[in-house]
């Protein structure tokens, strides 16, 4: 059978130009991360892992290769001349070598890693991870190193010993950029302990998640005007300077407990809580009246009210489109207001 005609050339190509673009320049480089993404995807996810030989890998490194190809030649030249003490020498270091070998491999093997629980972070800013390294066995690991497999630079690495029958804890970071649930990128253990001359290693697929708060906007305007109350009537002079801020001057024998110290601190000026305002009007912090130049940008400038309004104890509320959390304080209200900043969408 025959088409019913050919397709003219700058139809062709225009649709082998998105392959071509889509193709890496380096084929190596792009079969190497396909390989890198399939293997970590066969990776169990697990907070806790005991490596074992099945999981625990072993390279010379390139002082490792030196040293065989030196050991190549050391026997050739003590073959080709005979000599006693080179053979010598020469079996004294690849026996060096095979018990370095089998010193690196018992480093790692055996050794339980367990990823606490992290605590959520706001946007941009790096997020901690706590890694328990346990030792069940009488003697102590040496210089084991733990970090995130696709950070970049040596000052990712945090090295650590880990006492006999004890535990360590080291701390790495990763940075995520965007808000929302993102999970713990897969870790990476190494040892290179005792000569340095093989590199034994694991890779380690976290199944914790990380909440990542929207990053509160650097100068946001004052806090939006409360709202009156159902039953309630009047207009303050914060509803009309759109400055709701809860609070007002200190007046004499105002009870200390009403006394804002953290505002007193910035403004050298005492200042207590209007707690007829407070009655009689309430603090929303609405999207839809945030402003803005997009909608990232107005969950930017809400997380920063939210943390404003808490640092002032003033009772605030939050509507995100249909959900709604009513006014409240403290720092279980505050978490709720930013959980639901993190996963609007």
Not at 28 to 50: E, G, K, Y
Not at 55 to 64: D, F, K, R, S
Not at 207 to 233: D, F, H, M
Request: proline share 8%; charged share 20%.
């Amino acid at each position: 059978m025959t088409g019913g005609g050919t397709a003219p050339a700058g139809a062709a190509d225009a649709s082998s130009a998105p392959r071509a673009a889509a193709f890496p320049r380096h084929p190596v480089a792009f079969v190497r991360d396909r390989f890198r993404r399939w293997w970590q995807q066969r990776l169990p996810l697990a907070d806790a892992t005991l490596l074992t030989q099945r999981n625990v890998y072993i390279l010379p490194t390139a002082p490792g290769f030196m040293l065989g190809a030196t050991l190549l030649v050391l026997l050739v030249g003590a073959i080709n001349y005979q000599l006693n003490l080179g053979y010598l020498l020469t079996f004294l270091l690849a026996g060096s070598a095979l018990v370095s070998m089998h010193l690196s491999h018992a480093t790692l093997r055996g050794l339980t890693l367990n990823l606490l629980q992290p605590d959520p972070q706001f946007a941009g800013a790096s997020a901690l991870l706590s890694v328990v390294l346990t030792n069940t066995r009488t003697a102590p690991r040496h210089a084991i190193g733990v970090a995130v497999l696709d950070a970049t630079g040596d000052d990712r690495w945090v090295w650590t010993d880990v006492p006999a029958q004890g535990t360590a804890v080291v701390h790495v970071a990763f940075r995520p950029r965007t808000r929302g649930v993102h999970r713990v990128p897969p870790l990476t253990a190494e040892t290179r302990f005792p000569l340095g001359i093989f590199r034994v290693w694991t890779v380690w697929r976290p199944a914790a998640q990380v909440l990542v708060y929207p990053a509160p906007e650097p100068n946001p305007p004052p806090l939006p005007p409360g709202e009156p109350r159902a039953g309630g009537a009047g207009v303050t002079r914060a509803q009309q300077t759109g400055d709701f801020d809860g609070v007002r001057s200190y007046r004499r024998g105002d009870p200390l407990k009403l006394v804002v110290w953290k505002k007193v601190a910035k403004a050298d000026e005492l200042v207590s809580r209007d707690s007829e305002q407070a009655q009689r009007y309430e603090l929303w912090l609405d999207l839809a009246n945030a402003g803005g130049r997009d909608v990232e940008h107005r969950l930017s400038r809400l997380a920063a009210w939210v943390l404003q309004a808490d640092r002032l104890g003033a009772d605030y509320g939050l509507r995100l489109g249909g959900r709604v959390l009513v006014p409240a304080t403290g720092p279980v209200h505050r978490r709720a207001c930013l959980e639901a900043l993190a996963t609007w969408q």
